[in-house]
């Protein structure tokens, strides 16, 4: 059997002299991209609400009219005349 071993080789590097900070006008358009995605972002939902909020209005008020005859007829005639009411068992085979 043998023994196999691992080595992890872990190297530290100084991570300011890898990467430099942003200066002010990075910072200022990394601000002015940011608002303005925010911005775009905000108007694309409301637009998206008012689009679903239209389409509900327009699916309620279409069941509301299809069945204005049958609330109709349910008004002046409502149920309550002549039921038939039945059970029906099946025998085993």
Same mark, same amino acid.
């Given at each position: 059997?043998q023994n196999y071993q691992r080595r $992890? ?7 300011? /002299?890898?990467? %430099?900070? +942003?200066?002010?006008? &990075?910072?200022?358009?990394?601000? =002015?991209?940011?608002?303005? *995605?925010?911005?775009? *972002?905000?108007? $694309? /939902?409301?637009?998206?609400?008012a689009v679903v909020s239209v389409i509900?209005? =327009?699916? #309620?008020?279409? #069941?509301?009219? %299809? ?9 002046? %005639? +409502? +149920?309550?005349?002549? #039921?038939?009411?039945g059970d029906t068992f099946r025998d &085993?085979?």
């Amino acid at each position: 059997m043998q023994n196999y071993q691992r080595r $992890v080789r872990i190297i530290v590097r100084d991570s300011q /002299s890898d990467v %430099k900070s +942003p200066g002010l006008l &990075g910072r200022l358009v990394a601000a =002015i991209v940011g608002a303005i *995605a925010l911005v775009v *972002a905000f108007m $694309v /939902s409301v637009v998206a609400l008012a689009v679903v909020s239209v389409i509900i209005v =327009i699916a #309620v008020g279409y #069941v509301w009219w %299809k069945t204005r005859d049958l609330r109709r007829r349910l008004r002046e %005639k +409502p +149920p309550g005349g002549r #039921v038939i009411d039945g059970d029906t068992f099946r025998d &085993g085979d």
